[in-house]
């Protein structure tokens, strides 16, 4: 089974920036959209930014300008570039593997103001 682990969630004052990391176990992107996606405590999780199989990208309207989802093939890894991050970003970040349905483990970030 494909193993999905996140890094890089951290503190930080809004206005800031954070790069999270999802190493996978084996390259998986040929056959799947990777995503970035994020859980508030008590909330549902929601899609935080999509990278297609082909390399295309799709962000929800509160991402679009300040988040950037990018892969790095030969490293098996998807990142997400987040910058100006705002207080309701506080959440934890998950990353996924949409056709496979496996999610990884999340990795916590907060940001304060």
């Known amino acids: 089974q494909v193993q999905l682990v996140e890094s890089g969630g951290g503190l930080v004052q809004a206005g800031g920036s954070l790069r999270l990391s999802c190493v996978a176990s084996?390259?998986?992107?040929?056959?799947?959209?990777m995503g970035w996606y994020r859980q508030y405590s008590g909330k549902q999780r929601e899609v935080v930014a999509l990278?297609?199989?082909?390399?295309?990208?799709s962000y929800p309207e509160f991402a679009k300008g300040r988040f950037t989802i990018s892969r790095d093939i030969a490293k098996n890894t998807v990142y997400l570039q987040m910058n100006n991050l705002k207080p309701e970003d506080t959440a934890t970040y998950y990353c996924?593997?949409?056709?496979?349905?496996?999610w990884g483990q999340g990795t916590q970030v907060t940001v304060s103001s």
């Open positions: 996924r593997a949409v056709q496979g349905g496996v």
């Open positions: 084996e390259n998986i992107f040929d056959a799947n959209t």
């Open positions: 990278i297609f199989i082909g390399g295309g990208t």
